[in-house]
């Protein structure tokens, strides 16, 4: 059954997203226009980590597969909290069209150079925007990406020790299927020193 929507539902969705709420500090310029571009990778990398898991399910690497769709998932949720800052703080969020990834990998090697190469990117993309936000003097913004940079920095460092792993692993199908077994786990068994309990 569809409903009519009334003429008052109608006024509201039809008003600018920035009169949705008061604004009681204003976003500078840049700091906007980059959390857009910001929110836009974030989607970018969950689509590119989503054909990175097919690939690996293509070759029947189901544990790099679960990792790279765990990751797809990161990301999304990371787009989501971007968007959320900016619904919270009542800016418009604009969403473009996604590339439609196009690169082919030849190697172990270069698919996991292609997940920290974007890892990297979407760190400096974060940082660059808190450089902004502290210039701005928009403290809320650098709070909120306090939260962000870290994750980040933590899916960099995962990455670069996936790519660690299998560059270790080098021509040796075995070692690779070890790695494979262990990301099928779901864990994260980076080496840790500093182990929770043990202060
Ligand atoms: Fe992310």
């Known amino acids: 059954m569809t409903t009519t929507p009334t003429t008052e539902a109608l006024a509201v969705a039809s008003r600018p997203a920035q009169r949705r709420r008061p604004v009681p500090r204003a976003l500078a310029p840049d700091v906007l226009s980059h959390l857009q571009l910001h929110l836009q990778m974030e989607l970018q990398?969950?689509?590119?980590?989503?054909?990175?898991?097919?690939w690996f399910a293509e070759r029947d690497l189901k544990g790099f597969a679960a990792f790279a769709r765990q990751e797809a998932l990161n990301e999304h949720h990371h787009a989501c909290l971007v968007a959320d800052h900016l619904v919270d703080r009542s800016q418009p969020v604009e969403l473009a069209t996604l590339q439609p990834n196009t690169s082919t990998w030849d190697s172990m090697e270069a698919v996991t150079r292609f997940m920290f190469d974007n890892e990297v990117a979407v760190t400096a993309s974060a940082q660059q925007i808190y450089s902004m936000a502290e210039r701005a003097g928009d403290y809320i913004t650098s709070v909120f990406l306090d939260g962000v940079i870290q994750q980040q920095t933590d899916s960099e460092a995962q990455a670069a020790y996936v790519m660690s792993r299998v560059r270790l692993a080098g021509d040796d199908p075995a070692a690779l299927l070890l790695i494979d077994q262990e990301l099928s786990r779901g864990e994260d068994d980076r080496p840790r020193l500093a182990k929770d309990g043990n202060s």
Do not use: E, N
């Not at 990398?45 to 097919?54: E, G, I, P, Q, T």
């Open 45 to 54: 990398a969950s689509y590119d980590y989503f054909r990175l898991a097919v």
